[in-house]
């Protein structure tokens, strides 16, 4: 049977769908008419046409070669509205869950693609079916090529052959391009002859063939005003049929095998179905594809409680199985291990007390695939075991396909993926006050079901993070960095409780005091933690302005203080003794309630998969939110010191990464400049939004435009700009505009990722993390303009985390190469901070900013300031 490649013009397609059926929305108030035209053409083709190969190819940009002929190509073109804007990255996930292969090549159109691949086929021997819109794919057809052109409908269709063109036309296909040279394309901006239309052109094509052997016997043609007009446009008939040319040589770097179809899966579509609210679509289906459906295998498994070389080989999936969040604890209650010879599951004492799995657990040439490997790894620590050899970590790799989704544990993952093989963990130990470990045949099944579950997602993750170019992110950066990460877990830090015990008494005396002069302003004693005392005192008796009202009376949030400031003495003390007081409940008791009873430090556990811009946090305690405005805040840190008598911490933090970011990404000149030149680059800011001289800049003036700069990488508003300098909105609308009018590259930038996210559904940092960002075509302007900022920012956020994770690898290779017993402890925002003997202090004052600085080559030079101590505090 002759293979089958069916091209669609993707473009095309939507364009029709969309302009042929009515604005349709779904719940979440996305567009969906040409998602829904579209999938019902492609669901056409796949019944009727049964192709075994399939393609659906789409332009790239608004720019082409062909602009280089002609500027004014396609210039006559309305913008595309933005409700069909919104529906092209659907379009292309509908494709992804069809296993539809699709392809777009920049400067190039969709055309130039199908004519290439199409003539590739057809020379393979393929019958070629092309579908489209446009009637400039015609003239690829042959007697192996035919072309469909949708009609006025989306299912109605016109099929173009050789024939049906001589029968149409009176011409051949390679002869449409002649007409389109004549008589123009009001469509495309193809001038053509001005005069010549249609009928004209072929009867002019059908004496003398080509337009080319038209205007070499221009004395032949009959009728004096027709021979001026070619003879005056002959230049213009040329490039417009060249214009009209497909070109069927483009570098593509797809090949005709690359489009193989093998079908798809049912149980991919249902949920996009169904997130579309494409009820119709899934009747169609066919099939019972209820989430319950499909029920988990049984397996079989052996429990092991003597471990030999069946189950400890050189490559397997590894499970251990931690069920108390805080894993310094190490409550490990249970392995499970899968390799060629069988499924096991490995009791937690047999395996932690014996000599073989611990030798084997500590080779490094014994590769492993786990899930959450820097809790393993820190969990079996503290058992006194290393774990080496990890080689692919699911989460992390769940993670990295998907920042913004939230995986509670393997089950929501191969869920997620298709895969049915687990059960989640609350389904076995049960939530809350119910939570238990059940008996040991229940627990040993649930074990194995996971790794199972482990072996079948690797290569279906590994593949996508190939597909999407993350794997040297992967394996390069984020895997390296989770034996780091645990190894920083399990040093922790030294916390001088005493230290902290008198902070606590020093900031109970501040708060009684705030509050005894709290209560004088107020000319009475109240509860000042009460919004209906405090508001009452406010807004009643002190008369304040009201500024919002809740449902239970008068709003006394921060936002609200912070605007009555000005209007009475006591607000300022009420936000300072706000201040206090959570710096005493979160940072002063909370932190001496997780120093741990054995080691005097804090073991901070680190967040490697959770943040949306791949920044890391930390919880138990959370060190990224010590506030340092407040000078009491900053004390805090007077409690973090060294383990070791005679040593010190070290800090070394990156100066403004984000904003060298945002120049490397921009490649704004005037931003590259105060980088190269180690400007002050909001003095440098101030100078050209207020056309003054360095000398002229004012404290304030520096103030506004480091608000700008920073706000500039939050995709700030004119609001939220007024709202921080406390000016009118229109003053700083067009504080923006005149940044801008400066700072022409980072508007464009701003400019271009939006439409990246717009045409991609993603956009990725400068290591190629990606965040997905589907918000980017809501209807709902809010969410539509969160999502904005969204895109704005994540490359700049997300490329200073990759710096600094990059950093942290370096670092550690740095201090194993330079033998120091020099320990990282901690990574707070940009800054790294280091424990260390004195004597070594020489060497990291060389080393640490050499590597942090050369992490990653930017645009600009990288800068790190460093200091050190006696404690966190003093290395400021």
Known sequence: ???????????????????????????????????????????????????????????????????????????????????????????????????????????YEADDIIGTLSKQAEQDGFEVKIISGDKDLTQLATN?????????????????????????????????????????????????????GEKTAIKLLKEFETVENLLESIENVSGKKLKEKLEENRELALMSKELATINCEAPIEVAVNDTLYN???????????KELGFNSLLDKLGEDVSEDAAEVEDITYETVTEIDERVLTKECVLLVEVINESYHNADIIGFSIINENGQFYVPAEAALESDNFKIWAENEENKKIVYDGKKSIASLSWKGMKLAGVSFDVLIAAYLLNPSETYDDIASIAKANRIQV?????????????????????LGEHLVRKALALSMLKEKLENELAENEQSQLFYDLEMPLSIILAKMEVTGVKVDVERLREMGKELAEHLSRLEQNIHQLAGESFNINSPKQLGGILFEKLNLPVIKKTKTGYSTSADVLEKLASEHEIVEEILHYRQLGKLQSTYIEGLLKVVHKDTDKVHTRFNQALTSTGRLSSTEPNLQNIPIRLEEGRKIRQA?????????????????????????????ENLIEAFENDLDVHTKTAMDVF???????????????KAVNFGIVYGISD????????????????????YFDIFKGVKDYMDDAVQEARDKGYVTTILHRRRYIPEITSSNFNLRSFAERTAMNTPIQGSAADIIKKAMIDMAERLKTEKLQTKLLLQVHDELIFEAPKEEIPILEKIVPEVMENAVRLNVPLKVDYAFGPSWYDAK
């Not at 989306?154 to 051949?172: A, N, R, S």
Request: aromatic letters at 10%.
């Open 144 to 196: 192996k090529i035919t072309v469909d052109i949708t009609r006025k409908g989306i299912t109605d269709v016109d099929t173009y052959t050789p024939e049906f063109i001589e029968e149409k036309y009176g011409l051949t296909p390679g002869q449409i391009i002649d007409m389109k040279g004549l008589m123009g394309d009001t469509s495309d901006n193809i001038p053509g002859v001005p005069g010549v």
């Open 640 to 668: 973090f010191v060294p383990s070791n008598k005679d040593w010190v911490i070290f800090a070394a933090d990156y100066s403004q990464i984000e904003l060298r970011v945002l120049a490397d990404l921009s490649k704004d």
């Open 263 to 273: 079908g798809y899966e049912t149980a991919e579509i249902v949920p996009f179905f």
């Open 719 to 738: 609001y939220g700009l007024s709202q921080n300098l406390n000016i009118t909105r229109k003053e700083a609308g067009e504080f923006i505009n005149r």
């Open 691 to 705: 056309h003054v001289n360095k000398e002229e800049v004012t404290s304030n003036m520096r103030r506004q435009a």
């Open 422 to 442: 687990v059960q989640t963990d609350e389904a076995i130990y049960g939530k809350g006050a119910k939570r238990a470990i059940p008996d040991e045949s229940q």
């Open 1 to 107: 049977m002759t293979e089958k490649l069916v091209l669609i013009d993707g473009n095309s397609i939507a364009y029709r769908a969309f302009f042929a059926l009515p604005l349709l929305n779904n719940d979440k108030g996305v567009h969906t008419n040409a998602i829904y035209g579209f999938t019902m053409i492609l669901m056409k083709i796949l019944e009727e046409e049964k192709p075994s190969h399939i393609l659906v190819a789409f332009d790239a940009g608004k720019t082409t070669f062909r602009h280089k002929t002609f500027k004014e190509y396609k210039g006559g073109r309305q913008k595309t509205p933005p409700e069909l804007s919104e529906q092209f990255p659907f379009i292309r996930e509908l494709l992804d869950k069809y296993q539809v292969s699709r392809y777009e090549l920049e400067n």
